[in-house]
């Protein structure tokens, strides 16, 4: 099946720093990746769409500035998280959509990256 | 807009018994719907999914059927083991956006 990876698994940052995280789709072409954030015990509230190319959509109350996003190439998306605070601090979570997949349009997860800001 | 409701609350259960999570959702097209479980420290792994009225996904053991008449996607395992302890994760896909709506997720704690 689709395989999507993020890098790093677990990073732990000053406050003030920024931080990259990276999302891969290791066998597959993905046109539109997804990123989300996930409190402790919650569900996933959906960041942005990263489009290959073009500049990514934000949800509304996301900070694009803070939040930055980058689909350079059709198996990588990048978000960095500028000046981080603690209350930055959380689980990333990214998806890529597989075009190729069938009908459903299926959305496969990386395992998540656990960011902590001291 | 869509929306997906998941039952509240964790559920805990003994081993082989059944499992029923309820999901219901509301949508204005005729979205793809899906199930979602994580397992601890880890991302969302797709379980099963169906993408229309009177579709049946199964995976593993587990099953859901897209009910269009009941906007409804509940899922079923009929005898749990201890390795299904995870949060599942009900959700919808419309096919305009692309975009995943979420239910809430359910903890499922199953005791030896």
């Known amino acids: 099946g689709a395989v999507v990876s993020q890098h790093p698994s677990r990073v732990i940052c000053k406050s003030g720093t920024s931080v990259k995280i990276e999302c891969r789709s290791l066998?597959?072409?993905?046109?539109?990746m997804f990123w989300y954030r996930q409190f402790p015990k919650k569900s996933l509230m959906l960041m942005a769409t990263s489009n290959e190319g073009s500049k990514a959509t934000y949800e509304q109350g996301v900070e694009k500035d803070k939040f930055l996003i980058n689909h350079a190439s059709l198996t990588l998306s990048t978000l960095t998280v500028t000046s981080a605070h603690p209350e930055d601090s959380s689980f990333y979570i990214c998806s890529a959509r597989d075009p190729a997949g069938g009908p459903g349009d299926t959305q496969y997860f990386g395992p998540g990256t656990r960011l902590t800001v001291l | 807009g869509d929306s997906v409701t998941q039952m509240e609350g964790p559920v805990t259960l003994s081993e082989e018994a059944f499992l029923t999570i309820n999901c219901t959702y509301t949508?204005?097209?005729?979205?793809?719907l899906f199930w979602y479980v994580q397992y601890p420290g880890e991302g969302l792994q797709l379980l099963l999914k169906a993408t229309k009225a009177d579709d049946k996904g199964s995976n593993k053991g587990f099953e859901a059927t897209y009910r269009k008449e009941t906007t409804s996607f509940h899922l079923e395992k009929g005898s749990v083991q201890v390795s299904d302890s995870a949060v599942y994760f009900c959700?919808?896909?419309?096919?305009?956006?692309?975009?995943?709506?979420f239910g809430k997720g359910n903890q499922v704690v199953v005791i030896p």
């Open positions: 066998d597959f072409q993905a046109t539109t």
């Open positions: 949508a204005t097209g005729y979205p793809s």
């Open positions: 959700a919808l896909s419309d096919h305009g956006n692309n975009r995943l709506a």
